[in-house]
């Protein structure tokens, strides 16, 4: 009789556990692809795409010199409209190709970081997105949304400090069990933000501030402890640089004009070739 039992107990778990693979193999059927693209740029500059199906997500824009690039580059990726424009911060190599965005593709929102740096550039910007009845949306708190099953959370600075890259919001992005994190050009007291959030190891890290070094920068690399990091820069701190050599992290830099692409199936994320991508970007143009 007690064999029994336990077999029936055995048996009951082998059903639960296989009920939770199928709902868990259903979930995942609901997951397209995602891709991640890190526009390359002639100097330091972010502007980054999330992907998934039809849904597009654009964290920065780059410099205005660069926009009507970006805006190519946008349509070769098929772009033909974006849920939600990021702009991590109102610096002019994050904010610098907004304008052309929101003038050549609907976009339905627009997050920004409440940094006031009262530039021409970013009160140009507030005009256009007021004028088109764009809605923006300053985090005050963490914010959730959704994407397809791209999941987005964001980070807003905590506190208000002098400098704008200090008050960067941080992306965190999950698309099944990858996950992303996009660090604006977070510095030492945002970073000291950032590392009492509990982020687990992540696939891939957009490394804060153009890859400049500084002890909480190497200490929040380690945090991360990213499979891939992606430098909007020429080069990556030597002090950086060796926190990412040690855990065996694949560096990537984006200056100049280098692109880098990386593939999300929901459980792994795969960089791609610049040739690939240059491929599949002239397939979907
Ligand atoms: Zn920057």
Same mark, same amino acid.
């Given at each position: 009789m007690h064999k029994a039992r336990i077999g029936a107990v055995f048996l009951a778990i082998l059903a639960a556990a296989a009920l939770l693979l199928g709902m868990l193999w259903l979930w995942r059927c609901g997951i397209q692809k995602a891709s991640v693209t890190v526009f390359g740029t002639l100097a330091d500059a972010d502007a980054i795409l999330l992907k998934e199906g039809e849904h597009a997500v654009l964290i920065d824009t780059g410099e205005e010199a660069e926009a009507s690039k970006l805006i190519d580059q946008l349509y070769k990726e098929?772009?033909? /409209?974006?849920d939600a424009l990021i702009?991590?911060?109102?610096?002019k190599d994050h904010i610098g190709g907004a304008r052309a965005v929101v003038q050549s593709f609907p976009v339905a929102q627009v997050f920004v970081s409440p940094?006031? /740096? @009262?530039?021409a550039l970013q009160e140009g910007l507030e005009k256009i997105l007021s004028d088109q009845g764009i809605p923006v949306q300053v985090p005050r708190e963490a914010q959730v949304f959704s994407c397809g099953s791209l999941e987005m959370t964001l980070y807003p600075p905590l506190n208000t400090y002098e400098e704008s890259n200090d008050s960067s919001l941080l992306v965190y992005a999950k698309h099944g069990d990858v996950s992303m994190l996009f660090a604006g050009d977070a510095e030492k007291k945002r970073l000291k933000e950032a590392l009492a959030?509990?982020? @687990?190891?992540?696939?891939l890290y957009k490394v804060a501030h153009h890859g400049r070094g500084g002890k909480n920068a190497a200490e929040f690399a380690q945090k991360l402890c990213p499979r891939y990091a992606v430098v909007t820069a020429g080069n990556v701190e030597e002090s950086l640089a060796r926190v990412f050599s040690g855990m065996g992290t694949e560096v990537y830099v984006t200056v100049p004009e280098h692109t880098v692409r990386f593939e999300s199936d929901g459980r792994t994320l795969a960089a791609l070739e610049e040739e690939q991508a240059s491929q599949s970007t002239g397939e979907a143009a």
């Open positions: 098929g772009i033909q /409209k974006i702009l991590t911060h109102p610096d940094y006031e /740096k @009262g530039s959030i509990p982020f @687990g190891p992540v696939d």
